[in-house]
């Protein structure tokens, strides 16, 4: 059973930065894919930015620029670099991990950014 867990949330002002981490129960190099998604109420999850095992990288239109997502794979956690935070990034961000045909996701971490 793998277990994911997502870190660093918290609440920032505009403009400002936070690191959210998601460390899983294994090693990551044996997901095929791993990324960022994030929620608010009354709205689908939507992906923010994935990472696959050979490390190619892609972000939503919203976050280009802005988010960076990275890996350490002896830490076993990957990483999400929000900066230049707006009001509208507020959400509950979620860790996903992809193996096989099954997925995995962690119970999230809020974000709320004030203006």
């Known amino acids: 059973q793998v277990t994911l867990v997502e870190s660093g949330g918290g609440l920032v002002q505009a403009g400002g930065s936070l690191r959210l981490s998601c460390t899983a129960s294994g090693s990551i190099a044996s997901f095929s894919n791993m990324g960022w998604y994030r929620q608010t109420p009354g709205n689908e999850r939507e992906l923010v930015a994935t990472i696959t095992t050979i490390g190619r990288t892609t972000y939503a239109d919203s976050v280009k620029g802005r988010f960076t997502i990275s890996r350490d794979i002896a830490k076993s956690t990957v990483y999400l670099q929000l900066n230049s935070l707006k009001p509208e990034d507020t959400a509950v961000y979620y860790c996903?991990?992809?193996?096989?045909?099954?997925?995995?996701w962690g119970k999230g971490t809020l974000v709320t950014v004030s203006s």
């Open positions: 996903k991990a992809d193996r096989s045909r099954t997925v995995y």
